[in-house]
């Protein structure tokens, strides 16, 4: 599944104006949007996880197969802002197969957040997850002091462990692992308290489906695509619709930015 | 496809907190939301078209294969009061063969909008579109003065005809007449100016390919479905992605009512 990593901002944001409208309303500067952020705590045995999405007022998340066109310059600053806070983001292999991705914490970002000032000291941990282990390296767009986990089925090739050990860590996951023993590895052996995902649709749903995921950030274009294109989730119908809570919504230009928390699984 | 029409509120509605979040933060009772409605001017040749629906945030019009289950008590009251402000509500045929549908101007809401007494005195024209003529008359809920105008093509069996004229009015259109046709004889024959669509999306995808829509209302609950329900369009990509402006935002119990302009075709 295609990213929306790929489109980066030329230069620093010309700060365009953002209206929180919930909680207070209130008008601020782009930078600022989101500026006191709380995750919940997690719970002991894995990460607090959120997913951070991008889709059309149709629901769509790509348009002509690119997610880079359907977010303004907000939306783009949103999700380095949300990479901020977290210690880990993670997508699917089918995310890096569609589009080259940037896994990083953008340099132009370091700085501009000024309550967790330790940002400009770690670096993130980027995470591809991969049954196979078939995952395109040319696709991961290299940074300076790049951190890259590879999260990948024991079933997997040797040949791709060799491969994907050039870039970062290729660690074997057990076949029959849900994503709890997933989530658990990210905690205990790496640390990851914060975990941003982005996707793809089926990777959001599989987490979703196992209760996994505490809050949904979405960017919600106003714009209508139609066509084939996925939504946020793909695969079966939930088993009953998963209810959540809606935290806050800000707005630039017609985009909105809304935070939900969904009940833990 | 289905209708959200179904679900009936039992008895007057209880009065839940509405927030206007944009353009101007107020609360209000439910039932001034959209109080100062007012649709555009209709070019000469058509009515004001304007869309209601309703997704999920992962963009599904339907949970379990009904529309019904997703908005709250006040969607049922916005959609209400939406139709109390035009002059005829259509619907594409599927959605009749999908769900039960009430194409009537509920009596509870009557004198409800005191801007608009002259409600009380005039009863909406529910129109079903069809190219077969199959319309499931039984799934249309019998109303107390209904007007009735079924439009089918003029390929559709003369039974067919027969059958719907028990109802209402049955209009053939000619085989390749384009929505444009199609709204020119409900302005032209009926008198329509304002005209609302509440799906299914295969029609709203029609209309907003042709250019035709003025304004859509969206219903956005706070729920995620994931399976193959249709989102709010269906059909073909469009050429390029419609944008929209974002009117107004009104907010109640997390579910967002959005209203946006479209450009003119």
């Given amino acids: 599944m295609p990213s929306r990593t790929s489109t980066t901002i030329s230069g620093s944001p010309r700060n365009p104006l953002v209206r929180r409208l919930l909680p207070e309303p209130a008008e601020l500067r782009a930078e600022e949007i989101y500026g006191g952020l ?4 997690p719970p002991p045995e894995r990460p607090c996880v959120a997913l951070n999405m991008v889709s059309t007022a149709d629901g769509k998340i790509t348009v002509d197969g690119r997610a880079g066109g359907i977010g303004g310059q907000v939306d783009r600053l949103v999700m380095r802002l949300l ?3 977290v210690d880990a983001v993670m997508v699917g292999a089918g995310t890096v197969r569609e589009e080259k991705i940037n896994l990083g914490l953008p340099q132009d970002l370091r700085g501009m957040v000024p309550e967790m000032p330790e940002m400009s000291e770690r ?5 591809v997850i991969s049954g196979s282990g078939q995952v395109p390296l040319d696709n991961l767009v290299h940074n300076a002091g790049e951190r890259l986990l590879f999260l ?3 079933g ?3 040949e791709a462990v060799e491969t994907l050990s050039t870039r970062g860590e290729a660690r074997r996951i ?4 849900g994503y709890g023993t997933t989530l658990a590895v990210l905690r205990q052996e790496y640390g990851v308290r914060r975990l941003l995902v982005e996707g793809g649709p089926g990777l959001n749903r599989g987490l ?3 209760g996994k995921v505490d809050e949904l950030f979405l960017t919600f274009a106003p714009k209508l695509a139609a066509g084939e ?3 946020i989730l793909t695969g079966e119908a939930l088993e009953a619709p998963a209810g959540m809570r809606l935290i806050s919504v800000y707005e630039s230009g017609g985009e909105l930015y809304l935070r939900y928390s969904l009940q833990r699984g």
């Fill in 38 to 41: 709380q995750f919940p705590e």
């Fill in 83 to 85: 990479r901020s806070r």
């Fill in 123 to 127: 670096d993130l941990l980027g995470v």
């Fill in 152 to 154: 990948i089925s024991e």
């Fill in 156 to 158: 997997a090739p040797d």
């Fill in 174 to 177: 057990p076949e029959d692992a």
């Fill in 208 to 210: 979703i489906g196992a």
């Fill in 229 to 231: 294109a996925a939504n």
